[in-house]
C-alpha cells in the first residue's frame, strides 16, 4: 500500500442506532450496530473517493475492536497507526433518531466516556513515518476531553507541522464525550490556533467564537487558510483563501443523517488532495470543491450508517452531473 496522502486521528466506535426512531432510549426496542467515529469515516470515505488514508487511534483488545479493524483494512485504509488497549473496551455510543432521521447521541450505557480504549490513544505510539509523506491530517476535539489522547491529539500537530502537513479540524463538539465541559471550549480554542483549516457547525461556530460568519471566525484565527461553517438544510458557508461564498443543500431523501458531516470533509479534502492549493486562490475551484463536499455529505443521509452510506467518486459524478 502507498504512504496515507491523508491522517486522520482520534475515534472509531460502534454507533448503535436506534431500531425505532421518535423514541427516547428507554423506549427503543431494539439497537443495531454500525461502524462510526468521525475520522474513521472521514478515512473511509477519502478512500472510497480515490485518496489513499491512514487511520490513527486506539481499541480495545475485543471482539468489537477487531471487528473494526478488519472493516478499515476491507475498506483499503492504512491501519499503520492504530494502537490497542489491553484492558479499555472500544467505545460504543447510543444514538436515537428523530422521526425525520436527525440523530441524537444518548451516551454510552454503563460504561464511564473516560473508561474507553480512544481515551487512552498514546502519544509515544504515534508512527512519525506516517507523516514525512501525508498531505493533510484531520482530526476532531472529541480526544482532547481525555489527558492521554490529548497529549496524542498535539503529538500529532507537532508532527504534523514538522513535515509540513497541513492541518483540518472539524470540531464535532459531543458534550456527552466531556467530564468537564465547563473547560471544553478554552480547550478546544487553543487546539484551533494550530489549525490550516477548521469545519464548524452553525452552532459550534456561535458557541466558540460568537458568529457564524466564517470571515469573522478566520479574523479569530491566526494563519487559516480555510473555515467552513454548515448550517444543516441552510448549506455551508465558507472562507478559502480571500474567498467567501455560501451554498445551499442539494434536496435528496434524507434516511439517516448519521456521518454526513464526516462524508462532507472527505469529499472537500480529496478535492484539496487533487487541487493543492489552487483550492485557496481560485473563486471556482474553491466553490466546486465546497459544491462536491456538499454531494458527497447529501448523498451519504440516503442511506442508513455512516460508512455504509459514503458514495464513490463516481456516485458523486454523476450527482452533480444531473445537477446542472
Request: net charge negative.
Amino acid at each position: 500500500m502507498n504512504s496515507p496522502r491523508v491522517l486522520c486521528l482520534g475515534e472509531i466506535l460502534f454507533d448503535l442506532l436506534a431500531d425505532q426512531s421518535d423514541r427516547s432510549v428507554d423506549q427503543v426496542e431494539s439497537w443495531k450496530p454500525y461502524p462510526g467515529g468521525a475520522p474513521a469515516n472521514v478515512a473511509c470515505g477519502l478512500v472510497k473517493l480515490g485518496t489513499t488514508a491512514g487511520f490513527i487511534g486506539c481499541v480495545g483488545e475485543d471482539a468489537p475492536g477487531q471487528e473494526l479493524v478488519s472493516l478499515l483494512d476491507e475498506v483499503g485504509v492504512d491501519t499503520t497507526g492504530i494502537q490497542r488497549h489491553p484492558t479499555a473496551p472500544t467505545r460504543q455510543v447510543y444514538v436515537t433518531r428523530s422521526a425525520a432521521g436527525e440523530r441524537q447521541f444518548a451516551g454510552f450505557g454503563k460504561i464511564g466516556t473516560e473508561k474507553f480504549a480512544d481515551a487512552f490513544l498514546s502519544a509515544n505510539k504515534l508512527p512519525e513515518s506516517l507523516f514525512t509523506s501525508a498531505d493533510y491530517l484531520v482530526t476532531g476535539t472529541l480526544e482532547l476531553a481525555y489527558p492521554e489522547s490529548q497529549k496524542a491529539v498535539y503529538r500529532a500537530i507537532e508532527l504534523a507541522q514538522k513535515h509540513k502537513v497541513k492541518i483540518l479540524i472539524d470540531i464535532n463538539w459531543r458534550p456527552v464525550f466531556w467530564l468537564d465541559q465547563d473547560k471544553a471550549f478554552s480547550i478546544i480554542l487553543e487546539l484551533l490556533k494550530e489549525a490550516d483549516l477548521i469545519k464548524c457547525s452553525e452552532e459550534e461556530a456561535q458557541g466558540l467564537f460568537n458568529t457564524d460568519n466564517p470571515v469573522k471566525i478566520a479574523q479569530q484565527l491566526n494563519n487559516i487558510k480555510g473555515v467552513l461553517v454548515t448550517a444543516g438544510e441552510q448549506g455551508c458557508a465558507f472562507r478559502l483563501g480571500d474567498y467567501t461564498d455560501k451554498l445551499g443543500v442539494f434536496p435528496v431523501k434524507t434516511v439517516d443523517t448519521t456521518g454526513a458531516g464526516d462524508s462532507f470533509v472527505s469529499g472537500f479534502i480529496h478535492q484539496c488532495c487533487l487541487q493543492g492549493d489552487k483550492i485557496f486562490q481560485d473563486a471556482q475551484t474553491a466553490k466546486q470543491a465546497v459544491k462536491y463536499a456538499s454531494a458527497a455529505g447529501a448523498l451519504t443521509t440516503t442511506k442508513p450508517g455512516a460508512i455504509a452510506a459514503q458514495p464513490t467518486a463516481r456516485e458523486i459524478e454523476e450527482f452533480l452531473s444531473n445537477k446542472i
